[in-house]
């Protein structure tokens, strides 16, 4: 083989895995609509995950904070900066802000958010690993079957097939 | 020329694009609420309470309701008809909802008269379409308006009504192809009310069909459903015995007992030989009682001569009468292809009697007549238009085809599914009739064989996104109110027929706008319920307004000694030389009278007894098949002195000989895609006799013949013909 | 604690109507496949009324309805013969599982299975919009090349067992219902725990009108069924 050909079939090999790569690890974080750091909320002014995220102790999904809750302090708080004031404007016009998901599973795979939490008693950042000093939240953590599995055993918990792809 | 190089960088590629090609990911973007509702848990499904309408039973359902949208309907547990439970065509009606050919904008015509080619316009033109039509049939002649609909009861019905009443036209028509006249009327001769029973199969020991097909059609098969299942299983030591006679195995009459094959049209005599037995032998306190009756005329009616006319044999009769009169109580039930004979009175009447001689007129396991009125007696003169009206309106329908033909009519609002153009008989030439209407309006939500003939169309929502109230016709004490609402918010640009006539009366002024003086039919739903101490609120999340005590049921005035039912033969039109066999057409258990033809669920369930999906199909039984050279799956032509069409043979193992049965709800030409070309229409084989004391459509009336025919394809059926798997072999 | 689930369909109250069928169908996303490929034998439903037409009394011919889920046999066929364990019982719930992920549609465990309840995904079959609006969020749409069938609507019992989580009780006696069990309008599906020595299924386990499909196979069916009683005489 040429080494043209080595390097154009090395080149299309890795550029393969790159795509199939489950998670943008450490990837360019998504372009947000507003750009909400969670250093600030959550690191400097002690806010807690579930606060924001009310549904994460009741649903399979954490949910993202209504435009009321964020008007909750920023009715007054802050309200000269500019991203604030998109905010503002967003609620002024009655419109959801239509943030961009950053933490992305396996298509097939059933995650109920509130077993987690609730009942797991597992930490937030065990999955979201370093968003509470992420100024453009990003995901980092890979979420290989393997990984979960891992902690599923050893917390003893359900490794069967159907708890997750039904 | 590809060397190496190319062909491995192009194999990568391909296959690299193939990887990549099977990736659907999770969404993008994640949107919140503005402002969260409450009590809202985010991915819980909210479940409203609302009002089936596949099918005029009217069973309460909830519909699971996730994120906006409709997901699943099941019954409502609270609801006396269904009792949670609900059949095939109401487990569809999601498909209905979000069918890809329901109509989102008005339609007017685009093409020739009865094309079917329509141009979408917006609303403003098309009310101003309507409101010209309206406007200048009211000034000129307020007569020659005619509203068609399906029969229609609740406050929709009260708005209809109001609405033709202050236009100044009397011609306010409804049509039911399975309207139940000659049931109201037998049950008016026999125990003097002239309304539907209750049937008590719950309490019942033993239970008498005529021709009864209740399990999967009828006047409420949920109802029946349940009640048959509590009748064999709620109580320990009781099981009950089911005798069915009719001219099928049916899919009701697989679960009976017995199934006796009788020629159709001929239920009445055998009610009359098991009427003899029972007073000759004084089997009931009733029939010992009844020595009028035999007197004049019972005792004539032997199960010998009956057997001879019938096909049932003397012994079975007499078996049948002798465990009927031991195993009280006992209730005898007719059904529509008893009384949609030519002699249907005659036949429901001989069966009404052998209730008065079972004495279970109000009684447990009996019949009994609620006092449906009562609940409304508040509403006044109008009450009665809430109720359910069991009629079919055929004498009504006759001579409104006859005024269209006329030129009688300068306008026509058309609704409901019971399509005037499919299921009436081919001789009434409805179609013709009704292009003589210079403008013809309808509302629906899809274009059927009759919408299509129309001039405008306005898009009505599903019964999925409409405020309303029902009022079931059987299967609860008679004062159960259904309350029905959106499920979803309507998705398409819909106005519900009751929202457009209140806005039309409003822009015709005058008696029109006063007598609709609201604001919304949701507006006046609330007024009327308003201050009858009902909280709608609560109400509305029941799906109703359940009453636990009935009111005092009616009380059947008839006494003394029963009247013997004056004997009639059924009439059959056509030669029997060149037409030999006997039609019997039944709804089927997936498409109703034809209304569920576009669900692709539906049509892809297959018929219990036929097994077969997607196409219609004729019956005919082994001895009858070998006689005229026909064998499973063979193609024939079915013709009768009014129409033919193609059809595959199913060879029938239990059905009386001599007759030919089709399923009605296939044969579709104007449908949508789903509902098309499957078939033909059995209704085009149907004569337009009528039944001789009422005037209600006799559909067993004619005879067929049955051609071999070389036909493409084949009858699709999930149970092989041939060689089937033996039961034994599954057990 | 574990549960066994298991369901009896008693025959003596199975009118055939088929609101079963489409109960389920539409609860668990199922397909449909048109004419053509129905006359290949393709239906995808998960639950069928098959009609036996059999001579009773009096040499007449009868007609009986059997609705066929899936069996969910302790000793499924199916289960030891997938190459990828794409089906394996649940040991949780003790019902046969079918994990789409898995499955290379080798469609090994449809031709073992003795009472022919599996169905195969030969297309991806369109579903037009917006008849997809309609689609259970609760579980997933398979594509095409898996396998699939019965499930005793897991989705429904894992629902169940979440809310009786949150609710810190065990799960009642019929709280937890099949599509199908649901909509039956006699009742003649009946779902339930059989770990529940209260429970309706327990009892009916014991009804001597109780029998299996093809029991001589061995394939111990947790879908058992009570034997239609038919009136003797006249």
Redesign the interface.
């Known amino acids: ?2 080494r ?2 080595i390097a ?2 090395l080149a ?2 890795t ?2 895995l790159a ?2 790569a489950p998670a943008r690890s450490a990837a360019a974080p998504p372009e947000q609509p507003i750009r909400y750091t969670h250093k600030v909320h959550v690191t400097d002014y002690k806010l807690d995950c579930r606060f924001c995220h ?2 994460a102790t ?4 954490a ?7 964020c008007m909750m302090c920023h009715r007054t708080i802050a309200t000269d900066r500019p991203e604030i004031k998109k905010l503002a404007q ?2 002024k016009e ?8 950053v933490t ?2 396996q ?1 097939y795979t059933y995650f109920p958010h509130f077993r987690m939490v609730t009942y797991g008693k597992v930490p937030c950042l065990t999955c979201h690993p370093g968003i509470d000093r992420d100024d453009i939240a990003v995901q980092r953590q890979e979420f290989g079957m393997g990984w979960c599995l891992t902690c599923h055993r050893g917390r003893g918990v359900s490794i069967d097939c159907w708890t997750c792809h039904i | 020329m590809l060397n ?2 190319g062909f ?2 192009i194999g ?2 391909t ?2 694009a193939a ?2 090609g ?15 509702p409450e009590n809202y ?4 499904s909210l479940w409203y309470a609302s009002v089936c309408r596949q099918c005029p039973a009217g069973c309460g359902i909830v519909v699971r309701n ?2 906006g ?7 409502n547990p609270l609801h006396p008809v ?1 009792r ?9 009606g ?2 209905a ?4 050919e329901r109509l989102g904008t008005p339609l007017k015509l685009d093409g020739p008269r009865g094309s079917g080619k329509f141009r979408e316009i917006p609303w403003e033109e098309a009310l101003r379409f309507l409101m010209t039509g309206l406007s200048s049939v009211r000034a000129e002649a307020p007569t020659a308006l005619l509203m068609l609909t399906d029969p229609m009861r609740g406050h929709r019905n009260l708005v209809s009504a109001r609405f033709m009443k202050a236009f100044g036209s009397p011609h306010r028509v409804a049509w039911d192809p399975f309207g139940q006249d000659a049931h109201l009327s037998a049950n008016e001769a026999v125990y003097g009310v002239r309304d539907l029973p209750e049937h008590d199969l719950a309490g019942t020991r033993y239970l008498l069909s005529f021709s009864g097909d209740f ?2 059609a009828g006047v409420s ?2 109802h029946f ?2 009640a ?2 509590r009748m ?2 709620a109580r320990p030591t009781v ?1 009950g ?3 069915h006679f009719g001219p099928r ?1 049916s ?2 009459a ?2 009976a ?3 006796l094959p009788v020629a159709p049209g001929t239920e009445g005599f055998v009610a009359l030989g098991i009427a003899h037995v029972m007073v000759r032998e004084k089997l009931t306190p009733a029939a010992a009682a009844a020595g009028g009756l035999w007197n004049a005329g019972l005792k004539e009616f032997t199960p010998a001569a009956a057997g001879e006319t019938t096909g049932v044999s003397a012994a ?1 009769i007499e ?2 009468a002798r ?1 009927f009169g031991s195993n009280q109580p006992g209730v005898a039930m007719a059904g529509d292809a008893a009384a949609s004979c030519t002699n249907g009175f005659f036949n429901l009447s001989a069966v009404g009697l052998l209730n008065l001689l079972a004495g279970n007129v109000g009684k447990p396991g009996g019949i009994s007549f609620p006092n449906r009125l009562a609940a409304f007696a508040s509403f006044g003169a109008e009450a009665k238009l809430l109720l359910p009206a069991a009629e079919s309106g055929y004498p009504a329908v006759r001579e409104a085809v006859e005024r269209m033909g006329q030129g009688a009519f300068r306008m026509a609002l058309l609704s409901g599914a019971t399509n005037p153009a499919f299921t009436l008989p081919p001789s009434f030439k409805f179609e013709e009739a009704l292009l003589k209407v210079p403008m013809i309006v309808s509302f629906a939500s899809f274009l059927d064989e009759t919408t299509s003939l129309s001039d405008l169309v306005l898009p009505t929502p599903t019964y999925l996104e409409e405020w309303g109230d029902d009022i079931p016709p059987a299967g609860h004490g008679g004062e159960a109110i259904t309350l029905g609402q959106p499920v979803v918010t309507p998705f398409r640009d819909t106005r519900s027929m009751p929202d457009v006539l209140i806005a039309a009366a409003k822009e015709l002024g005058g008696p029109a706008a006063a007598a609709l003086p609201w604001g919304s039919f949701r507006e006046y739903l609330e007024k009327a319920y308003a201050g009858r101490g009902i909280d709608l609120v609560e109400a509305h999340r029941n799906g109703g307004i359940f009453p636990e005590k009935a009111s005092a049921q009616r009380s059947t005035p008839k006494a003394g000694s029963p009247a013997l039912p004056k004997a009639a033969e059924a009439a059959f039109a056509g030669d029997p030389a060149r037409y030999p066999l006997l039609l019997h057409v039944y709804p089927s ?2 498409l109703s009278d034809g209304r569920g033809a576009n669900l ?7 018929d ?2 036929a ?1 077969a ?3 219609n199909w004729v019956e005919v039984g082994p001895k009858t098949a070998a006689a005229l050279a026909l064998s499973d799956g063979d193609g024939v032509t079915v013709s009768s002195p009014f129409g033919s069409l193609q059809a595959f043979v199913f060879v029938h ?2 059905i009386a000989e001599g007759v030919a049965a089709m399923p009605l709800g296939q044969g579709h030409s104007r449908y949508g895609k789903y509902a098309a070309d ?1 078939g033909g229409n059995p209704y085009a084989l149907l004569p337009a006799s009528v039944e001789s004391s009422t005037k209600a459509p006799a559909r067993h009336a004619t005879r067929v013949s049955l051609v071999k025919t070389r036909m493409k394809g ?1 009858l ?1 059926r ?2 092989h013909p041939e060689g ?8 | 604690m574990k549960r066994r689930w298991a369901m009896v369909i ?1 025959m ?2 199975c ?5 079963c ?3 389920c ?3 668990n996303n199922t397909p ?4 053509s490929e ?2 290949k034998g393709r ?1 995808m ?1 998960w639950i ?7 001579k009773e009394e009096h040499d ?7 609705a066929t889920p899936c069996m969910h046999c302790e000793k499924a066929p199916c289960e030891i013969v997938c190459p990828v364990y794409a089906t394996y019982h649940d040991e949780d719930d003790h019902v046969n599982a079918m994990v789409y992920n898995r499955c290379i549609g080798t469609r090994y465990c449809g031709n073992n299975c003795p009472y022919s309840v599996r169905v195969f995904n030969w297309w991806d079959y369109k579903r ?10 609760d579980l997933t749409v398979r ?1 095409r090349g898996v396998m699939e069938k019965c499930s005793y609507c897991i989705q429904r019992i894992r629902r169940g067992k979440e809310t009786a989580l949150m609710e810190g009780r065990p799960i009642r006696d019929g709280e937890v219902l099949p ?1 199908c069990a ?7 599906i009946r779902f339930g725990d059989l770990n529940d020595p209260e429970s309706a299924v327990t009892r009916m386990m014991k009804d001597p009108r109780r ?1 299996r ?3 001589h196979l061995g394939t111990e069916p947790s879908t058992v069924y009570l034997k239609k ?6």
């Open positions: 083989m040429t043209n050909a154009s079939i299309l090999a550029l393969a795509v199939l009310v549904y009741k649903s399979a999904s949910g993202i904070p209504s435009v009321a809750k967003y609620w009655k419109k959801p802000i239509p943030w961009v998901r992305e599973l298509e | 190496r190089r491995l960088k990568g590629a296959a690299f990887l990549f099977g990736c659907e990911r999770l969404p993008k973007t994640l949107v919140p609420f503005v402002v969260p848990v985010l991915g819980e996730s994120e949208r409709a997901k699943k309907i099941e019954g269904n949670g439970k609900l059949c095939a065509r109401g487990q569809a999601l498909q909802l979000y069918h890809p399990l999967e098969p949920v459903g349940h048959y299942g064999r299983a099981r015995k089911f005798v195995l899919m009701t697989a679960s007992d017995a199934f079975d078996a049948v465990e258990v997936a692709p669920w539906l049509q892809e369930l297959p219990p007894i097994t999906v997607w196409r193992p239990a499957r084949a699709v999930t149970v089937q798997w033996l039961y034994e072999n599954i057990l | 008693d003596d109250l009118t055939g109507c088929g609101a069928v489409v109960a169908v539409a609860e449909t496949v048109g004419e129905a006359g239906l439903q069928r009324v098959v009609r036996y037409f059999r007449e011919t009868r007609a009986i309805f059997v037009e919009k917006p008849l997809d609006e309609q689609l259970n969020p594509s599509a649901q909509t039956c309008p006699p009742g003649a029998f499909l093809m029991e009683m038919r009136a003797q005489g006249r």
